[in-house]
């Protein structure tokens, strides 16, 4: 909260400070506004509905309550066991609204009413926070509960904005709400203490029956590889094809309301192809969770690390995994989007799209070119799963956490920083300037992944023959993507020793060789 | 595999620090091949720490530790195919089944015997089926004692492996190291605080206190250099001669 307050601070400081100069930044736009302030607003309001809903320690797919057990042993009554959190975080939150509204809509000049917003905020969260401590009939049915709930209210106030609804009315709207989540969180808490866990899966034996012979494992393994990779899959691999397969209704459900409208259906279908690579950008932190159990410790538990594997046959059986998690994601994208492009009766528009595309460009080009976004699309998807294990296999909790908010401190920053030059007229400079920007980074990179290379060689992680393989693959990507990168754009105004930089920036390595040695970090203390 | 001669485990002036506490403190230990090996202390002394460096899973600050003449965290696959497991917190996956955990554990060790694992489960009494999250503490501390020994293991490390438990799963793990050693030329290493356990299997005992050996030979030499008046001391008085307080009185 303190660290929300002084970036507003800093922000509405520097805005009058700078005013005061005659250089004014123009935070007017809202594309501007939404970078520079709604943004971090957004991470810090999700942080919050994690933090006091205790949804950071739990598993949201679970039928448990998600409230913590050992509160239920103080002696206070339901009521208080309740009430106290959702007060704490319904305060945190208005003062959070009050914060932005003081330092960063005021010296911004945007004009925005007080009370009701703050009531909406206090609503969102109250209603989480009743519907993560309720315990739930079915494994999943609290995610589906949280998306409706949480959508219609969103989608009520939408509603209610775009109709111009007076400010007293929105009151009235989001109000009455209030009472009602608070009222219902206290319910769910006095159900979870007093151990009730409504069981449905009865109705859903057969269901569970095929799950159950689906996913257990009757063969013998042929390798202690393939039996780590499987491991891994069982334990994690789940997640990202879980939460694909729930979101893709709801967005594909768009294309029956879209009608005719080309730029809306292909807005859908851009983030229906989106989905996979932001899902896996929270899938990953499971992914290179080092700690088997749901606990929150992060050190390797004993049961892996006394497997008879090498740290670098560990990493490789997480890279196995994702892969595979990353595959079977991208098939239920693959097949989902023909069906409801068919049954929506959409398909007519992307069809005559895909033709005139074919026309301008040659269809050979826009088959390779799709298959090109495509590819990219797994590939970033598989990247984004993969690409904080050298964090998160380290087992330590202050680098992990430390990294979540160097993180979320690179996005605060950057937003004042890109608005900065967009408004100093400075683009032309930095375009100017991205040659010698990307030397640097590629020299950082080759520098970090030489050291890295260097220490999995000392340290015996690696084998000589798979550091050598893996520099090969490494090239050979490079020089691929970079073959295409040219017959893609082809043009004298970007330099083909840029796109050989931008080539060797986009594939993977040095993040990625480090896994290993993060591992033994984590494994040998 | 390195010298048949060389003791299976070899540790030199191994000291841990952890911050300002001092785990272990120039522990010099050598276990030979064949014997059972009691390692006793309170909790707190060192035994885990120590036994968490013989698996790897601690990096020597100071000193070496040798696991069959190699280095466990440099080569922690040539020492850990041949070591079986267990631990007093038994951190095996929940979500899994017995029979998968079997599978699973089998694919990692060549030696794995499949009749031997059967005929475990089977007077181990654990359904094939059970998931090991709903198995009882005993039936937990069995599934890990029969991933442990199912492939006969050179070196069968335990780890406080009868703590908290019933005195049935306790004989059940007394059991399974007499028959480990049935099996010549095989180590076992195991820690515990109830020193009668020990006394009834060990060869040889190491007593170790604030991270320090303060007793380490063979359980006939300790019984006969602690004899008073011609009546043998048991394993706990001369223990609390040594160390000043028995281990079962520190836990409590």
């Known amino acids: 909260m303190l660290g929300v307050i002084t970036y507003l601070i800093v922000l509405a400081g520097i805005k009058l400070v700078v005013i005061a100069h005659g250089t004014p930044i123009y935070l007017d736009s809202p594309e501007s506004f939404a ?28 039928r448990q309550s998600m409230f913590p057990a050992r509160r239920f042993t103080l002696p206070l009554t339901t009521t208080a066991l309740a009430g106290w959190p959702m007060l704490y975080g319904s305060v945190a939150i208005v003062l959070l609204w009050l914060a932005l509204r003081t330092f960063a809509l005021w010296p911004a000049g945007v004009e925005l009413p ?58 009235g709207i989001v109000a009455p709400q209030i009472p009602l989540a608070y009222i219902v969180g206290r319910i769910a808490v006095a159900r979870a203490r007093r151990g009730e866990l409504p069981d449905w899966r009865g109705g859903f034996v057969r269901v569970a029956h095929i799950a159950d012979a689906l996913s257990h494992r009757r063969e013998h393994f042929r ?4 039996a780590q990779a499987w491991y891994e899959w069982r334990r994690y691999g789940s997640s990202l094809p879980a939460w694909v397969g729930i979101l893709l209704p709801f967005e594909l459900v768009l294309l029956w309301v879209a009608g005719d409208s080309t730029s809306l259906v292909f807005t ?67 097949v989902s ?80 920083f890109a608005e900065w030059i967009i408004d100093s007229r400075r683009l032309g400079e930095v375009w100017s300037a991205l ?58 105004h970007i330099p083909h020793y840029l796109l050989m930089l931008i080539a060797i920036l986009a594939i993977p390595l040095a993040r990625l060789s480090a896994a290993p040695l993060a591992l033994a970090w984590n494994r040998h203390r | 595999m390195a ?82 497991y267990l631990s007093e917190e038994n951190d095996l996956p929940g979500w899994m089944r017995v029979d998968e955990l079997i599978r699973f554990s089998r694919a990692f060790y060549p030696a794995w015997d499949d009749g031997y694992a059967e005929e475990l489960r089977q007077s181990f009494a654990l359904d094939p089926a059970a998931k090991i999250k709903n198995l009882s503490k005993g039936q937990k501390a069995r599934m890990g004692l029969l991933i442990a020994l199912a492939y006969r293991p050179d070196l069968l490390v335990l780890d406080e492996p009868s703590s908290g438990l019933d005195p049935i799963v306790r004989r059940d793990i007394l059991g399974a190291i007499i028959r480990t050693i049935a099996h010549e ?63 079962a009185a520190a836990e409590e």
């Open chain 1, 435 to 492: 040659p010698l920007i990307f030397a640097v980074l590629v020299g950082l990179k080759m520098i970090a992944a030489v050291w890295i290379g260097v220490r999995l060689h000392d340290r015996h992680l690696v084998s000589d023959r798979t550091l050598v393989t893996g520099a090969a693959c490494w090239s050979l990507a490079v020089f691929a993507l970079y073959g295409v990168l040219i017959w893609l754009l082809d043009t004298p």
């Open chain 1, 268 to 334: 859908i279908l851009a983030g229906v192809l989106l989905t996979p690579p932001f899902v896996a950008t929270f899938a990953a932190a499971a992914v290179s969770n080092s700690s088997s159990s749901a606990s929150d410790s992060y050190v390797v538990t004993a049961f892996i690390a006394t497997r008879p594997l090498t740290n670098a046959e560990l990493v490789a059986a997480k890279l196995r995994m994702a892969m595979r998690s990353t595959v079977v994601a991208w098939l239920l994208v693959l």
């Open chain 1, 223 to 226: 390798s202690a590889a393939s």
């Open chain 1, 114 to 171: 007080t009370i009701w917003p703050a009531l909406l905020a206090v609503s969102l969260l109250a209603w989480t926070q009743a519907l993560t401590w309720m315990p739930y009939p079915l494994p999943g049915l609290r995610i589906i509960m949280a998306v409706l709930c949480l959508g219609t209210i969103d989608t009520t106030a939408l509603l209610a904005l775009h109709f111009h609804a007076r400010g007293s009315l929105m009151i």
């Open chain 1, 337 to 416: 989007i023909p069906i409801a492009l068919k049954f929506s009766g959409t398909s007519a528009i992307v069809l005559d799209r895909w033709h005139r595309v074919g026309e301008i460009v040659g269809m050979p080009r826009a088959v390779v070119l799709s298959l090109l976004i495509l590819a990219g699309c797994i590939a970033l998807t598989w990247t984004q799963l993969v690409q904080s294990l050298y964090i998160g296999l380290t087992g330590r909790a202050s680098l992990i956490k430390g990294s979540v908010f160097l993180v979320l401190g690179f996005f605060f920053l950057f937003g004042p």
């Open chain 2, 185 to 247: 030329g095989r180590t076992v290493l195991f820690s515990s605080h109830l020193l009668e356990e020990v006394e009834q299997v060990a060869d040889h005992v190491t007593m170790i206190n604030h991270g320090k050996i303060v007793l380490s030979a063979p359980l006939e030499d300790i019984r006969e250099s602690h004899r008073v008046d011609g009546r043998v001391p048991s394993l706990d008085e001369i223990f609390v001669a040594r160390v000043g307080m028995s281990p």
């Open chain 1, 35 to 62: 970078f520079v302030v709604m943004v971090p607003l957004t991470a810090s309001f999700t942080y919050f509905l994690a933090l006091f809903t205790f949804g950071l320690d739990g598993d949201l797919a679970a």
């Open chain 2, 3 to 84: 010298q048949v001669t060389a003791p299976v485990i070899d540790v030199t002036e191994l000291t841990r620090r952890f911050d300002s506490k001092t785990a272990l403190d120039s522990v010099t230990l050598s276990l030979p091949r064949g014997a059972v090996y009691g390692l006793v202390g309170a909790n707190g002394a060192g035994k885990t720490t120590l036994i968490k460096h013989i698996l790897g899973l601690l990096r020597a600050q100071s000193g070496s530790v040798r696991v069959f003449g190699l280095d466990p965290v440099a080569d922690p696959v040539g020492v850990l195919s041949h070591i079986g």
